[in-house]
């Protein structure tokens, strides 16, 4: 693959992950729900190590920045759908 198709794969990528950040974005100011609002970080996240990738070459020493980049939005992903799926705490019974 040339050095060409791959920055535009990359752009068009990292431009997928902005649109679903701003999805995330719209889900979250309707319901304020801070599952919505991680993923949106998460994909924000995601879009700028893709722009990152797509407008430079990164050399063997930097490129694992890009990758701590990817763990952290993957560790955003998973903290939320932890969150999501704990049960709910309820306020103690009186008798």
Do not use: C, H
Not at 42 to 66: I, K, M, N, W
Request: proline share 5%; hydrophobic share 55%; net charge positive.
């Amino acid at each position: 693959m040339t050095e060409a198709m791959n920055s535009a794969l990359m752009g068009a990528v990292a431009t997928t992950a902005f649109v679903a950040m701003l999805f995330f974005l719209r889900f979250w100011r309707q319901t304020r729900d801070s599952f919505f609002l991680l993923f949106a970080a998460a994909f924000g996240l995601d879009g700028v190590a893709r722009f990152g990738l797509a407008v430079s070459q990164p050399s063997q020493e930097t490129e694992p920045l890009y990758f701590l980049a990817r763990l952290i939005t993957f560790g955003l992903i998973i903290v939320a759908v932890i969150g999501k799926n704990r049960p709910a705490r309820r306020p103690p019974r009186r008798r």
